[in-house]
């Protein structure tokens, strides 16, 4: 059965730090792009960070540039997403998400997991 599942979410104070999981059963990770995404409450889902599998080239959204890193461990076939200076804002369910045969990543994307709560609040 071909899944993501995202773990690792969990509440936070502004200023800390989070790194969620992504696992990939049923299919390698990382044959095509890989992206984060996340969604806040009564906001649209944005595409937060992407990796590509051509050339290894990440991309980030300018809300989260210098602040959040992806990466990718085929030994473990898990991708992360490490989140430094949280801010309240960052408060939203994250998604990772692949896809089967397209290199970029975009809301299209054909595999997704079932998200993961980050709340960000003193």
């Known amino acids: 059965q071909v899944q993501l599942v995202e773990s690792g979410g969990g509440l936070v104070q502004p200023g800390g730090s989070l790194r969620l999981s992504c696992a990939a059963s049923?299919?390698?990770?990382?044959?095509?792009?890989i992206g984060w995404f996340r969604q806040a409450p009564g906001k649209e889902r944005e595409g937060i960070s992407c990796i590509r599998s051509s050339d290894g080239s990440t991309y980030y959204a300018d809300s989260v540039k210098g602040r959040f890193t992806i990466s990718l461990d085929n030994a473990k076939n898990t991708m992360y997403l490490q989140m430094n200076s949280l801010k309240p804002e960052d408060t939203a369910v994250y998604y990772c998400a692949t896809d089967s045969f397209r290199d970029f990543c975009d809301h299209g994307m054909d595999t997704w997991g079932k998200g993961t709560l980050v709340t960000v609040s003193s």
């Open positions: 049923g299919f390698t990770l990382g044959n095509y792009a």
